[in-house]
């Protein structure tokens, strides 16, 4: 009888046992999350894109660029530039307008600078595309010898679309801008101010933080890569090529330039 009593206790124990909820583990020490890198701008350099600065969105950069002096042949000029602006407004509730000012050149300053405005709005935002129309005006306000009468008014559409949405953290952005203006847009053998131009690219992300872009910039062909070096940091580093094919015997440039702000440069799906 007492054996028989022992064995019930016992089996009690063991379902009692089997049906507590096991005592939690422990959780590890949770790992730190990595900040995801700012887009690459996949417009190249002198391309305008309708992805324009918005409430909130400013940049600051600044470039040194070295270009081929077409008056004495196989000789290189040095010179740089900087470049500050802000948004205003909102381009899906409404238009958000942008506001740049350029100080054209550090190695003469009397040629002074030059402001612009560009517009935007978007037209459609979906999980998968993004289109927006824009516009602007180049220069058209300056000061010193570098006025250009008239400016580079445009107006150009921007489409963008993941090549590969179904990944979980890289989405492969392609961005294609198309406009036309007149000023710095115009063609190649354009006579007067009131000729038109066109221009176009194509950017693709390679990595998250690394973009190529290439273009007609109206009067020549330009290859811009885009790299932003640290994440969760807006630090962009660009480097250009202009007028590659040295279509108008002007002379080709080449712009390593590096500035604070431009993620609004590019869709964001």
């Known amino acids: 009888m007492a054996n028989r009593c022992a064995m019930v206790r016992l089996l009690l124990l063991a379902g009692l046992a089997l049906a507590s909820p096991a005592a939690p583990a422990q959780p590890s020490e949770k790992a730190t999350p990595r900040q995801p890198f700012d887009p690459p701008i996949l417009s190249p350099t002198q391309v305008p894109s309708a992805f324009i600065a918005q409430w909130g969105d400013f940049y600051a950069a600044s470039a040194v660029f070295a270009y081929e002096n077409s008056k004495r042949q196989g000789a290189t000029t040095w010179d740089g530039g900087i470049y500050v602006g802000g948004g205003l407004g909102s381009m899906e509730r409404s238009v958000a307008v942008e506001l740049d000012f350029n100080l054209e050149s550090l190695a003469d300053q009397d040629n002074g600078g030059s402001f612009d405005v560009r517009v935007a709005r978007q037209l459609i935002k979906r999980k998968n595309f993004s289109l927006v129309a824009g516009g602007g005006w180049l220069a058209v306000a300056s000061y010193g010898n570098w006025p250009v009468e008239g400016g580079s008014p445009y107006g150009v559409v921007t489409a963008a679309w993941p090549l590969q949405p179904n990944h979980p953290s890289f989405w492969r952005v392609m961005q294609i801008n198309l406009g036309g203006g007149k000023g710095r847009f115009q063609r190649i053998d354009a006579t007067d101010l009131s000729s038109q131009g066109i221009f176009g690219s194509v ?7 690394l ?43 080449g712009v390593l330039a590096v500035s604070w702000g431009g993620k609004f440069r590019t869709a964001s799906f």
Request: positive net charge.
């Open 211 to 253: 973009g190529i872009s290439l273009g007609w910039a109206g009067k020549g062909l330009n290859s811009s890569l885009s790299l932003v070096p640290l994440r969760g940091t807006p630090i962009y580093v660009s480097l250009s090529g202009t007028n590659l094919t040295n279509v108008d015997n002007t002379g080709r440039a």
């Open 203 to 209: 950017g693709v992300e390679l990595t998250p933080n």
